[in-house]
């Protein structure tokens, strides 16, 4: 059993690191999947977002648990985090809050909930639902999953993607894709961010 729980944590502690982009992700798929059984999520494919990756570089991944691998990848927004002081690291460095109108980023395991109207990008947007103390106020601040021109469909590295107000944000082509996967599904969808 101490055995067990010290594998967890270890797991726990290397999927988290802020190590840069890192060479594997299988901790993190490993915990996915059970978090997802465990908890009745779908058990075929999740989605894992790295914001220690340059945001000019794919870190937007789908995760196919049948197929035990990365089936799809793109780029990803995070938030400016300046509501309330001045950030001249926005682009190269995450910060992260779950302060309302902090514009920040917020880590952790979310419920990818309704699909509902988006006045960005192709019109879709998907509610997140914070599962832990690091992304309790997703729904209450807003934060979604959605489209926005202005997000590029291919790696854009040494250029950096544009700045959200927290959400994780794609490009139009990438979101139809999403979008597709998340309408044919019956269980909740998991969505991790980490860094």
């Given at each position: 059993?101490?055995?067990?729980?010290?594998?967890?944590?270890?797991?726990?502690?290397?999927?988290?690191?802020?190590?840069?982009?890192?060479?594997?992700?299988?901790?993190?798929?490993?915990?996915?999947?059970?978090f997802c059984k465990e908890n009745n999520f779908n058990e075929e494919y999740y989605?894992?977002?790295?914001?220690?990756?340059?945001?000019?570089?794919?870190?937007?991944?789908?995760?196919?648990?049948?197929k035990s691998k990365i089936t799809d990848k793109n780029l990803v927004t995070h938030?400016?985090?300046?509501?309330?002081?001045?950030?001249?690291?926005?682009?190269?460095?995450?910060?992260?809050?779950?302060?309302?109108?902090?514009?920040?980023?917020?880590?952790?395991?979310?419920?990818?909930?309704?699909?509902?109207?988006?006045?960005?990008?192709?019109?879709?947007?998907?509610?997140?639902?914070?599962?832990?103390?690091?992304?309790?106020?997703?729904?209450?601040?807003?934060?979604?999953?959605?489209?926005?021109?202005?997000?590029?469909?291919?790696?854009?590295?040494?250029?950096?993607?544009?700045?959200?107000?927290?959400?994780?944000?794609?490009?139009?082509?990438?979101?139809?894709?999403?979008?597709?996967?998340?309408?044919?599904?019956?269980?909740?969808?998991?969505?991790?961010?980490?860094?």
């Amino acid at each position: 059993m101490k055995r067990k729980l010290l594998l967890i944590i270890v797991s726990f502690i290397s999927c988290n690191s802020s190590n840069g982009a890192k060479a594997t992700y299988a901790d993190c798929h490993l915990e996915a999947k059970k978090f997802c059984k465990e908890n009745n999520f779908n058990e075929e494919y999740y989605f894992l977002i790295d914001l220690s990756v340059h945001s000019g570089k794919n870190r937007f991944y789908v995760y196919d648990f049948t197929k035990s691998k990365i089936t799809d990848k793109n780029l990803v927004t995070h938030g400016a985090c300046d509501h309330f002081e001045v950030n001249t690291a926005k682009y190269s460095k995450v910060r992260f809050s779950t302060e309302t109108d902090s514009h920040c980023s917020m880590k952790g395991k979310y419920r990818i909930g309704k699909r509902d109207y988006s006045t960005w990008g192709i019109k879709v947007k998907y509610w997140l639902e914070g599962l832990e103390t690091t992304n309790k106020t997703a729904v209450e601040r807003i934060v979604v999953l959605h489209s926005w021109e202005k997000v590029a469909n291919k790696e854009i590295f040494p250029l950096y993607s544009p700045l959200s107000w927290g959400c994780p944000a794609v490009s139009d082509a990438f979101m139809r894709k999403l979008d597709k996967k998340l309408k044919t599904t019956n269980k909740p969808v998991l969505l991790w961010i980490i860094e």
